[in-house]
């Protein structure tokens, strides 16, 4: 292999797995010709080369889903283009259940399964015996098959993307590591490697479980960890055949498929183990870690269990790979945080054979375009903030990660490690009243209050058996007061001359607004989808603080900080930790308020939509005249080392008021009943405010153009095809848990983007799509619609105003 590297290229993509061959694929075939893999050892030496190869579509996103779908395309298809072999086959998959929660898991997965157009059918245990006589099914209670599920050679598939990528220009060095990047301000420029530099437009980080290592070359972090994972693999087996199902059996931890006429039987078990690099030998190809039989004995127990021939077959190997997971279990991809042209595409969770094809695909476009086109925000580095990179976070954190791959994961269930590090500074009050916590972003949040002192809940699908403290807090927003922390949400200060005009730019609202106005406003992107919500207050007339979402604060300071022109005078500085936001919301929260301080809370003189600096109790805050339980209520942003002494005067005060403690189920259901639209959810960078109702949020008609305003006119010219709406469920027992399909007249038009039981209404309610022609108000207000729940369709019936308070009078009263 030649080691003359060219000293300029377009990209350069470092790894020669299934991830860095597929992104080298796309990107040659998209017409980056002069774009180079440098790949420090062979092609698929690092983890691609020992993968089970499984290519199972269902993921936990529609897009994910989507880049699944597309890698099974294109491994069925490589051979006919490339002349070289993918080992495509498609048998099948079959995931059984052996118990009444699994039984429950897989029929939501069916569900799912269908609403993300996968052909899926629930079969029975004789059934599934004649899809594959070699499985005990008599202590089966059901099986989701899905009968176009594959598997492929992964050596396979990289040669062929590989052939494909040099066909189409594209140049391959070996044994060629990158040891360090060029930079030149906020910009990789170029890579370091010990045969010369290569200087670059963008390098793209496919160096899988490595890519911890090789982000932190560029000063970068990378939350992400590996562990063990191993399969085992027998002699031939009399009867197996090929064209046998794959399995997972979740309740034993294993997944099992044919291999070369016997069984591969791997495993996601409950006690992985955690894997430093520093126990990998350093740049050794094709590496194996040892065989621990005593940590396999458990799950071949349960193998043998569903396939009793397992019990005489010879064994071939224990074979134990390294295989990185992030905290979430979803991948790490798009351009770092900021700095330019360095992308991100590594820590696959296991799946990086059946997401390769797909992630190679949206990488070309990421990086061609700016964006990718799906909505790729669950696998977005940005998702995450600096503090989750922390080595002890990841070693305690990543095996349960693992473990939980195929657990039945209930409602209201967590991580159990690495928690506790991200606190809001009224934590331990919050947890001596009985909080229990979930966590986002790190930030340990109440979800709702404990009325009794149990420390373990039962977890289950359907009602919860919170429902009453839940309901309890949800009615004192309603009707008395409600005590939220939202400390945890994103606060970015933008300062600067040019802080005005940048914001117009920006933003979709009119950020021209005098100091003491507060502004919902939309960020898009050029095509009109929606990057981020924010409400922006203005606070002088050179500075704005701008508040999102706990997990948007990361990327929302990305993209403001590269939306800046050069010489643009406008600095954005997260100050998410100076301030502890204590959100008082609900009819009394007024009179709570006047006895807490001397400012004039009447609404003439503070109405909705504004800010002032005032005192409260012993301290001082930013009350914020906004809320998104849709009450009468304000956001006091208080300096955080005055939050504790704030907390404590409205606590001591509030008991005449009916004051309760809240957490963010209350707030959710809260926010449903108001159909408030929640960025991630139901909104994001592939849906427009003129889909999802948030017309509101735009000031077409502001003077100054502002970025994404020329697809909104053609939208509005050319009109919707899907309208974002209101659901409430006819049925008050039905008891939505996320997405779920949508029919109108026994068609699927669309799927619901959150849910929630609506204590106010008393029945649950949900924000969706609808798409196809019948988009007009009367055909939407008229029709009736259904909505499946585990197999089962519920009516519900669409809604364009919110199903409680319509007009907002509440709010502004
Ligand atoms: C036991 C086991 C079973 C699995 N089964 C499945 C399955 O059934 N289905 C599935 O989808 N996935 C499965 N996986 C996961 C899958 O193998 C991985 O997700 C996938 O191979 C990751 O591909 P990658 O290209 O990201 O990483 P890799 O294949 O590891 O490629 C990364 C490359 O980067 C190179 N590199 C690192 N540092 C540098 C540097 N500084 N300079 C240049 N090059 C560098 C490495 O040498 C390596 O070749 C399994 C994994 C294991 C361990």
Request: proline letters at 6%.
């Amino acid at each position: 292999m030649s080691k003359e590297i060219p000293s300029r290229t377009s990209v350069v993509v470092i790894g020669g797995g299934a991830v860095g061959c597929s992104v080298l694929y796309h990107l040659a075939k998209s017409g980056l010709s002069d774009c180079v893999l440098l790949e420090r050892n062979q092609l698929t030496s690092g983890t691609t080369w020992h993968a089970a190869a499984l290519v199972s579509p269902l993921r936990s996103s529609a897009a994910l889903t989507e880049m699944a779908k597309y890698s099974a395309r294109l491994y069925a298809s490589l051979e006919a283009e490339t002349g070289q072999s993918t080992g495509w086959r498609a048998p099948g998959h079959l995931n059984v259940a052996a118990t009444e929660a699994r039984l429950e898991q897989i029929r939501q997965a069916a569900t799912l399964s269908r609403t993300f157009g996968i052909e899926v059918e629930m079969i029975g245990p004789a059934e599934a015996k004649k899809l594959h006589p070699l499985m005990r099914t008599d202590d089966l209670k059901a099986a989701l098959y899905t009968p176009h599920s594959g598997r492929v050679d992964p050596s396979g598939i990289c040669q062929a993307m590989a052939k494909g990528a040099k066909a189409a220009g594209a140049r391959i060095f070996e044994e060629m590591p990158v040891t360090g990047f060029l930079r030149e301000g906020d910009r990789v420029v170029g890579v370091a490697t010990p045969f010369g530099e290569i200087r670059c437009d963008a390098v793209v980080n496919c160096a899988g479980l490595w890519g911890r290592q090789v982000a932190g070359m560029a000063g970068l972090a990378a939350p992400m960890f590996a562990c063990e994972h191993f399969y085992l693999l027998t002699e031939p087996i009399p009867g197996m055949s090929a064209d046998f199902p794959m399995v997972r059996d979740g309740d034993a931890y294993l997944y099992i498929r044919e291999d070369v006429g016997g069984l591969l039987v791997g495993c996601f078990e409950p006690n992985p183990k955690p894997l430093s690099l520093e126990r990998l030998p350093r740049d050794q190809a094709f590496m194996l870690l040892d065989e621990d039989w005593e940590h396999f004995e458990p799950m071949m127990a349960g193998a043998i269990n569903r396939f009793p021939a397992l019990e005489s077959a010879g064994v071939r190997t224990l074979l134990n790979g390294p295989e990185s997971f992030t905290l979430d279990n979803n991948p790490l991809m798009g351009e770092a945080p900021g700095v330019q042209g360095f992308y991100f595409a590594c820590a696959m969770n296991s799946a990086g054979i059946a997401l390769a094809g797909g992630v190679g695909q949206v990488m070309a476009e990421w990086i061609l375009k700016g964006r990718p086109n799906a909505d790729l925000w669950p696998a977005d580095v940005r998702r995450f903030a600096r503090i989750q990179d922390n080595t002890r976070t990841l070693v305690q954190r990543i095996p349960e990660v693992l473990a939980k791959h195929f657990d039945v994961n209930y409602p209201g269930q967590d991580y159990e490690t690495a928690r506790g590090v991200r606190r809001s500074p009224i934590y331990a009050e919050q947890q001596r009243r009985g909080a229990w916590f979930l966590q986002t972003g790190g930030w340990e949040r109440p979800a709702f209050y404990r009325q009794d002192d149990k420390q373990t809940l039962p977890f289950r699908f359907g009602k919860p058996a919170w429902f009453e403290e839940w309901a309890g807090e949800h009615r004192a927003a309603r009707e008395a007061v409600a005590l939220f922390d939202q400390t945890s949400f994103g606060k970015l200060m933008i300062t600067g001359a040019d802080a005005e005009s940048f914001l117009q730019r920006v933003c979709a609202n009119d950020m021209a607004v005098p100091p003491g106005r507060v502004v919902y406003t939309s960020i898009l992107n050029e095509a009109g989808g929606i990057e981020s919500d924010l409400t922006v207050t203005r606070l002088a007339g050179d500075r704005y603080l701008a508040v999102t979402g706990t997990l948007q604060t990361v990327r929302d300071l990305d993209w403001l900080t590269k939306s800046r022109r050069e010489g643009e005078h406008v600095s954005i500085i997260d100050v998410t930790s100076a301030w502890a936001v204590l959100g008082l919301h609900g009819p009394r929260s007024r009179a709570l308020l006047e006895r807490l301080s001397e400012a004039d809370w009447a609404n003439e003189k503070f109405p909705f939509g504004t800010a002032r600096e005032v005192e409260v109790g012993p301290g001082v805050a930013l009350a914020v005249r906004i809320s998104y339980p849709g009450e009468l209520g304000w956001e006091l942003y208080v300096p955080t080392e005055l939050a504790a002494a704030v907390y404590e005067a409205i606590v001591d005060t509030g008991a005449e008021f009916g004051l309760r403690h809240a957490g963010t189920l209350a707030m959710g259901s809260l926010r449903m009943e108001k159909l408030f639209r929640s960025w991630g959810h139901d909104i994001g960078p592939t849906v427009t405010p003129l889909e999802a109702g948030l017309a509101f949020s735009v000031a077409l008609g502001k003077k100054q153009p502002f970025v994404g305003k020329d697809a909104l006119l053609r939208q509005k010219e050319a009109g919707v095809t899907r309208r974002l709406v209101g659901f409430t469920f006819n049925d008050e027992e039905a008891f939505p848990l996320g997405t779920h399909p949508v029919f109108r007249h026994g068609a699927l038009v669309g799927e619901t983007t959150s849910v929630s039981y609506g204590h106010t209404l008393g029945r649950a309610v949900a924000l969706g799509w609808i798409r196809g022609p019948e988009l007009s108000r009367d055909a939407i207000l008229s029709d009736v619609f259904e909505i499946e729940i585990a197999g089962v369709r519920y009516r519900a019936t669409a809604c364009l105003a919110p199903p409680y308070d319509p007009k907002g009078s509440r709010m502004r009263s």
